[in-house]
């Protein structure tokens, strides 16, 4: 399985910005789909994650209400909305697929390559 991450980027804070991970590979049966960060010097945390069957999302404290994670189960993509950016949401950011849990790394069966977000106050 490989996950092919695109979007992200430069942006204001208060301003709206969002990504894309789309699978590819065998198919696809881990439980979830997530996205993680990891802040400048910094542990990998979790943003968000979408059961695959279900699409029944769930969110970290720090973004809920201002993110928004999405599925398409017949592209096998898995979207991410970020909007009310802040510069704390600097950070690499990260989509997974995970199996068994959402909430940690310790869930992650694949990662995609992580892409920069960078919010300016």
């Known amino acids: 399985v490989q996950l092919q991450a695109s979007g992200g980027g430069l942006v204001q804070a208060g301003g709206s910005l969002g990504f894309s991970c789309a699978a590819s590979?065998?198919?696809?049966?881990?439980?979830?789909r997530a996205w993680f960060r990891q802040p400048p010097g910094k542990e990998r945390e979790f943003v968000a994650a979408?059961?695959?069957?279900?699409?029944?999302?769930y969110y970290s404290d720090s973004v809920k209400g201002r993110f928004t994670i999405s599925r398409d189960y017949a592209k096998n993509t898995v979207y991410l909305q970020m909007n009310s950016l802040k510069p704390e949401d600097t950070a690499v950011y990260y989509c997974?697929?995970?199996?068994?849990?959402?909430?940690?790394?310790?869930?992650?069966?694949?990662w995609g390559q992580g892409t920069l977000v960078t919010v300016s106050s």
């Open positions: 997974a697929a995970s199996k068994g849990g959402v909430t940690t790394t310790s869930y992650v069966e694949y």
């Open positions: 590979g065998r198919t696809f049966i881990n439980d979830a």
């Open positions: 979408v059961w695959w069957s279900s699409g029944v999302p």
